[in-house]
Nanobody, 121 residues
Framework: QVQLVESGGGLVQTGGSLRLSCAAS????????MGWYRQAPGKERELVAD???????NYADSMKGRFTISKDNAKNTVYLQMNSLKPEDTAVYYC???????????????WGQGTQVTVSS
């Protein structure tokens, strides 16, 4: 079992910045995907950015150039630096991890509790 703890959301004005963090914890697990999704009111959850299983990064088009995903493998932590924020970035941001036990070949998906990001105009 993997637990995800997110932090860093809040209220910011248009053009401002925020940095989200997500730390994964548990016993004897291996992660192959880490990333961020978001869900705005009345909309479906969408990918923001992630590290794919081969270590490359993947961004949604609307976030390219403004958001940067990074990670610290030693800490099992993924970050999302968000710059030039817009009101349409307002959403609940969820950390996502795909992981498996060291003794299993089955990968499972895990989600954080979500952190609210609100961008005022």
């Amino acid at each position: 079992q993997v637990q995800l703890v997110e932090s860093g959301g809040g209220l910011v004005q248009t053009g401002g910045s925020l940095r989200l963090s997500c730390a994964a914890s548990g016993s004897n697990f291996r992660i192959n995907v880490m990333g961020w999704y978001r869900q705005a009111p009345g909309k479906e959850r969408e990918l923001v950015a992630d590290f794919t299983s081969d270590g490359s990064t993947n961004y949604a088009d609307s976030m390219k150039g403004r958001f940067t995903i990074s990670k610290d493998n030693a800490k099992n932590t993924v970050y999302l630096q968000m710059n030039s924020l817009k009101p349409e970035d307002t959403a609940v941001y969820y950390c996502y991890v795909r992981a498996r036990s060291m003794w299993s070949n089955l990968w499972s998906s895990y989600w954080g509790q979500g952190t609210q990001v609100t961008v005022s105009s």
